[in-house]
């Protein structure tokens, strides 16, 4: 069983900065990323990196947030600068073998207003 494993979160003021990471235990996955989810609304898609390097934001995060990659250590990591009250949420961890997720347990970004 494969498993992803989040870290970095926390609490930080409107305009500060949090780099998140997150650490596979295999080298299997063709592209990872970030999911978040707000108290009571929908898991909503962040940033995605292919294993080639490319990469994909949500509107709402780019030019703000940096997503990245380390194959070596089975790591991705997401730079969020600029941070926003609406940005607070527990931020998921996943991996893409061929269609089918993988997740982590999560790490909460609290960003108060």
């Known amino acids: 069983q494969v498993q992803l494993v989040e870290s970095g979160g926390g609490l930080v003021q409107p305009g500060g900065s949090l780099r998140l990471s997150c650490a596979a235990s295999?080298?299997?996955?063709?592209?990872m990323g970030w999911y978040r989810q707000a108290s009571g609304k929908e898991r909503e898609w962040v940033a995605r990196?292919?294993?080639?390097?490319?990469?994909f934001y949500d509107d709402s995060v780019k030019g703000r947030f940096t997503i990245s990659r380390d194959n070596a250590k089975n790591k991705v990591y997401l730079q969020m600068n600029s941070l926003r009250a609406e940005d607070t949420a527990v931020y998921y961890c996943?991996?893409?073998?061929?269609?089918?997720?993988?997740w982590g347990q999560g790490t909460q970004v609290t960003v108060p207003s």
């Open positions: 996943y991996g893409d073998l061929i269609g089918t997720l993988y």
């Open positions: 295999a080298s299997i996955f063709n592209a």
């Open positions: 990196i292919t294993d080639g390097g490319r990469t």
